[in-house]
């Protein structure tokens, strides 16, 4: 498994931006299938967006065309830039690994402890 931790959460206000990291500790990180997820409360944890090996990108629909995952491979880490916020992205964001097995079974992977996000003016 690897071990992850992410970073880059804050306080920003309606239309702001916020990027967030996700730095990976273990090997093989290349060949994961890294996403970000997040959970408001009282509500279900969501995916947002996953970037897989080669680099290729899914994104809900909630947050398409402002949210933008990326990966940096020689650094071992993943990033979410954030534009256009809105009172409803905030949320705990958390970062997912998941090798090529869990993936294609669907189970969780490994998961960091999350960042806090607040969109408020």
């Known amino acids: 498994q690897v071990q992850l931790g992410e970073s880059g959460g804050g306080v920003v206000q309606p239309g702001g931006s916020l990027r967030l990291s996700c730095a990976a500790y273990?090997?093989?990180?290349?060949?994961?299938?890294m996403g970000w997820y997040r959970q408001a409360p009282g509500k279900q944890r969501e995916w947002l967006a996953t970037v897989n090996s080669g680099g290729g990108t899914n994104y809900a629909d909630s947050v398409k065309g402002r949210f933008t995952i990326s990966r940096d491979n020689m650094k071992n880490t993943v990033h979410l830039q954030m534009n256009s916020l809105k009172p409803e992205d905030t949320a705990v964001y958390y970062c997912?690994?998941?090798?090529?097995?869990?993936?294609?079974?669907?189970?969780?992977?490994?998961w960091g402890q999350g960042t806090q996000v607040t969109v408020s003016s």
């Open positions: 997912n690994a998941r090798d090529y097995e869990e993936y294609r079974l669907g189970r969780s992977g490994s």
């Open positions: 273990g090997s093989s990180f290349s060949s994961y299938y």
